[in-house]
Structures are given as C-alpha cells and as structure tokens.
C-alpha cells in the first residue's frame, strides 16, 4: 500500500510538473507572437462575447417560475372547448373549480385562484392617488402555495380577512416612503371602498409568468364564490401530490365535467354534453406544468406574454455558429504561421519529445487562449448588459455568472473552446517530418490543403448565412414599423379606464 501510494504521489508530482511547463512554455509564445496572439484573443472574445450574452438570454427563458421549491408539481388548469365550430384553449377556469380539485381528486394537495381586478383602480392615500396596473384578487393560501418573497405580515393571514390588501415593495415605498405599511389604510376605485394593508411583497421575480403590483383578498365581494361552472374568468393552479400520477388528474376532470359541465350545457343551451360532443363539440380541462408555461403553453389569455421555445433553439444555434466561427478562425490562423512553428517542433523532436505531448502543449496553448478570451469577454458583457436588455426586453444581471452553475458552465466553455480551437492546429503543427523541417522544407505529414480549404469555405458560409438572416430581419421591421396602415397613427390615442366617465362618455367625446 505504501509503495502504491507512493508511486501515485509521484504520479501527480509529475503531472503537475507537465503541465507546468505546458503553461510556462505557452505563456512564452503568447507573448512572444504579439500580433498573432492579439488577432486570435480579439477573434475569440468577439464570438464568445456574443456567445454568453445568448446564453444569458437563453438561460433566463429557461428559468421561468423555477424559483418555486415545488416547480415540478405545480400545474395550471386550461379550459379546452369547441362550441359552435370555434375551438380555443384557454388558460382561464370557472370559480368553483379550485376547491372542486382539493374535495374531488386526491391527487391534488392543494389549490390556489388568482383573477384580474376589471381596469385600473385608482388606489388613494392621503393626497396621493395613482392608478395602477396588474391587481388581482388572490385566495388567502397564495403566499404558501407559491414562493414570491413576502417582506412584511404572515403568509398564512395576509389575504385571508375581506378587504385586506398586499402590496410589493416598490408600490409601499410610492405610497407610504420610508413609514411601515402595516395596517395602513388605503381607498381603491372611485368606489372608495377602504382596504387594510396587511402585507408588503418583494417585487416579482422577472422570471416569473406572472406579475403583480397589488394582491387583494378574493374574499372581497362574491366573484370568488360564483357557483357557475361557465363562468371562467380566474386562473386556477393545483399542486400535485407528491409520487402522484398526473394522468389520474386528467381522468378525474372528465369526471368534473359529466357531473357539474353537463347539467349546465343541458340547462343552458337544451342540449346534453353527449349530444354536444356529436355534433362536434368539446369541453374539457387540461394541465399545464408552471415551468412550461412561459414556453410551452398552448393556452391563449395568459396572464403575460409568453416566449417560445423556437426562439430558444434558433438562438442556441446562432451562439454555437458564432463560436464555430471563432475557433475556425483560431485554427487557419495557427496553421497559416505554420512556418513560424515548424523549426521549434522539429528542434524538440529531435531533443526527444513525443507527439503526444506536444499535442498536449498545444492545446494547452489554445485553452490559455480561451481562458484570456473569456476573461476579457466578461468585462464587455458587463458593460454591454445595459444595452442588450434594452434590445431583448429583459432585466438580466451579471450577477448569474457567480452561481456554481454558472462559473461550472464558462468552465466548461473554456476547456471546449480551447480543444475545439486548438485540436486541428495540434495535430496538423506536430505531423512535421524533423529531417524535413530542419533541411528547411515545411511540409506536413498530413493533407491539410484541403482542411483548411474547408474551415475557410464553412466559415465564409456560416458568416453570409447570418448576415442575409439579420438583413431579411431588420427589412421585416422596417416593413412592419413604416407600412401605410390606412390611418393616421399619430392622431390615434387609446384611452383606458373610461367605465369611470360613467354618465359623462358623451360629454367628454
């Protein structure tokens, strides 16, 4: 055991004195080719600058609502119907839906609602009045269903009195300044109904599919107990029991709609649900994972715009061209000063060292490369951020290249690049025949002719098939952004909320 112990350590000891030397000897001959090696460090951190903004954008579409400790068994209730030859699928429920799923199916551990306050209420407060935008009534169990952040009040009892009020953080401090919110009084609408502020919410998440300002208990008013089964207008989300299977779910809402859809199809419209289905109709509910709703949901109606999952993919393969593009570009450079080279691998050839390990040097090389280029790529993302979030409509932060999974991930994309990069010039600089090398005649023992010929042509390709891309697509918005619509935008305003002009719409006009 000793005597394998420690040949390991001496194992290790010259590992570790291999690469080394690797670092030492490729360090030598980045600062000794300046020129060369600003060319190649410029090439790759353009491509990889333009590589991790991608996947910072891609990244975040990825995250939505995965901040929720029981993402993966949280799911949304979408209504599917076809009723007089129109069929929609839509992500709004009926009230008793909600405590329907928690009685009637065992599957479900829990259930939340959420609906839409109609316009945008004026919220008052002393000589303050605003009107503001995403309030909704939510049940009282909301803040323990799902994990938006709650500052200020108790999770269990912010929402569960009538006429109680929760605000996010931004909206308190609008109100209220640096003073604490709590049972602070509050007039909504030009009703002048008055609500107790009985919480303060950390502003949503941007990852999240949905946003709000304000949260009103749905215990407020009788919208929430509306017994009518087609009367959807809330959004209704379910939590999966754990170990349970979702299929038992979807056989249990073809229950739900015999027992409580059919009665009302039949009283209604004078048809069974049984007739209706013959004649073509539909009416049914489905499940949608929360994490797929931002990207995979077939539901019209959402709650926020949602993304698509082809805009994923297409950027993921516009950040893998680019960086096809920037290790192409690194290997005609590094075979193109082949002759520079040649002498050095020959004069170590001939002093006793192996191709394998001057294929290791070279890589090496090229990985010093990566990382210097990743390093440098970081500093222009930092200052580039602001201005990509302009163009993509996000709020993205620097701060997600400090998670682990992060700094494992430019790793990676440091190692890959570097033997992607370095791979074809570390075999192509190591096949030199010595004799011929040091007679002066640099031929490679390998066809790289034609190699190279194909990097150029694959690189060109690549290069022309994107800018053609980005020229149709600028000339698309241009399109979209000049067209004569037939009107006059610039004289054409919308007006909200004018259900508050009451009997004075005809005065105003």
């Not at 053609?468 to 000049?482: A, D, G, L, N, R």
């Amino acid at each position: 055991n000793l005597g394998r112990l420690t040949r390991t350590s001496a194992f290790v000891f010259s590992l570790t004195i291999m690469f080394k030397n690797y670092l030492k000897v490729a360090i030598r001959n980045i600062a000794r080719y300046k020129f060369y090696s600003a060319i190649n460090i410029l090439g790759m951190t353009i491509g990889l600058t333009a590589c991790l903004l991608i996947i910072l954008y891609i990244a975040d579409e990825l995250s939505y609502d995965k901040f929720n400790r029981n993402a993966d068994r949280i799911y949304q209730v979408g209504l599917h119907a076809k009723i007089g030859g129109h069929e929609v699928s839509v992500a709004n429920t009926c009230p008793p839906m909600g405590p329907a799923l928690v009685a009637e199916i065992p599957e479900v551990e829990a259930a939340t609602r959420i609906f839409p306050y109609y316009g945008e209420p004026a919220i008052k407060y002393g000589q303050k009045a605003f009107a503001e935008s995403k309030v909704f009534f939510a049940d009282s169990n909301f803040f323990q269903f799902f994990d938006y952040k709650l500052l200020e009040g108790d999770a269990r009892s912010v929402l569960k009195e009538p006429n109680t009020i929760v605000l996010t953080r931004e909206l308190a401090t609008k109100y209220f300044g640096n003073e604490g919110a709590l049972g602070k009084l509050v007039t909504v609408d030009n009703k002048n109904q008055t609500y107790k502020v009985t919480g303060v919410a950390e502003n949503p998440p941007t990852n999240s599919h949905f946003d709000f300002n304000i949260l009103i208990s749905s215990e407020t008013g009788d919208r929430a107990k509306n017994p009518e089964w087609i009367n959807n207008n809330m959004y209704t989300y379910f939590l999966l029991r754990e170990n349970a299977q979702l299929n038992a779910v979807h056989k249990k809402f073809e229950e739900l709609v015999e027992k409580y859809i059919g009665p009302e199809v039949e009283k209604l419209m004078g048809t069974t649900l049984q007739q209706m289905r013959e004649q073509g109709g539909l009416y049914g509910y489905y499940a949608t994972k929360v994490t797929d709703l931002h990207l995979h949901s077939r539901s019209v109606n959402d709650l926020e715009p949602k993304g698509n999952i082809m805009y994923v993919y297409f950027f993921a393969g516009v950040g893998l061209f680019i960086l096809i593009i920037a290790c192409i570009n690194f290997m005609n450079l590094s075979t193109a000063s082949a002759a520079g080279r040649a002498k050095e691998v020959g004069l170590r050839k001939t002093l006793g060292s192996l191709r394998e390990q001057m294929v290791w040097q070279f890589l090496a090389e090229a990985t010093i490369y990566s990382l210097i280029a990743v390093c440098i790529s970081l500093m222009v993302c930092y200052f580039l951020l602001p201005a990509f979030n302009i163009l993509s409509g996000k709020e993205l932060a620097m701060v997600i290249f400090t998670q682990p999974s992060f700094i494992a991930a430019i790793i990676g994309l440091i190692i890959f690049v570097g033997f992607v990069a370095g791979s074809y010039p570390a075999f192509y600089l190591t096949s030199f025949n010595v004799v011929e090398v040091l007679k002066g005649k640099v031929r490679a023992g390998m066809k790289s002719k034609g190699v190279r010929s194909f990097l150029v042509v694959l690189q060109f390709s690549i290069s022309i098939f994107l800018i053609i891309f980005t020229v149709v697509v600028y000339q698309q918005i241009k399109f979209m952004q000049e067209k004569n619509l037939g009107i006059d935008k610039e004289n054409i305003l919308i007006l909200k909320n004018t259900y508050r002009l009451d009997k004075n719409k005809e005065a105003f006009r």
